[in-house]
Nanobody, 123 residues
Framework: QVPVVESGGGLVQAGGSLRLSCAPS????????MGWFRQAPGKEREFVAA????????YYGDSVKGRFTISRDKANNTAYLQMNDLKPEDTAVYYC????????????????WGRGTQVTVSS
């Protein structure tokens, strides 16, 4: 059973927006930091954003700062990634992840991963 399930990916024109969701599947992630990574074809996995478990502090990769916003709804245990001003270089499979502490998550040392959702940005 996949512990987290991503949704919200799709095809969008450059300059458009998408909102990704990451919902738990059979597990409570209230005590975990949650975050997003992405991987484009032929490229390494890239850290996108993370949100801490305690106070909701957020962290972003340099390429998405000012355009993407991560948030979480503890009531339904769901994390979100609002992506604005999308660019063709944002095209990738986006993966949701969870880790016990945000420092581990930022470096990709995650306890749980989703299967990913495709985001394609056309020029």
């Amino acid at each position: 059973q996949v512990p987290v399930v991503e949704s919200g990916g799709g095809l969008v024109q450059a300059g458009g927006s998408l909102r990704l969701s990451c919902a738990p599947s059979g597990r409570d992630f209230v005590s975990y930091a949650m975050g997003w990574f992405r991987q484009a074809p032929g490229k390494e996995r890239e850290f996108v954003a993370a949100i801490s478990r305690k106070d909701g502090t957020t962290y972003y990769g340099d390429s998405v700062k000012g355009r993407f916003t991560i948030s979480r709804d503890k009531a339904n245990n769901t994390a979100y990634l609002q992506m604005n001003d999308l660019k063709p270089e944002d095209t990738a499979v986006y993966y949701c992840s969870a880790a016990t502490i945000v420092i581990r998550l930022e470096r990709g040392d995650c306890d749980y991963w989703g299967r990913g959702t495709q985001v394609t940005v056309s020029s």
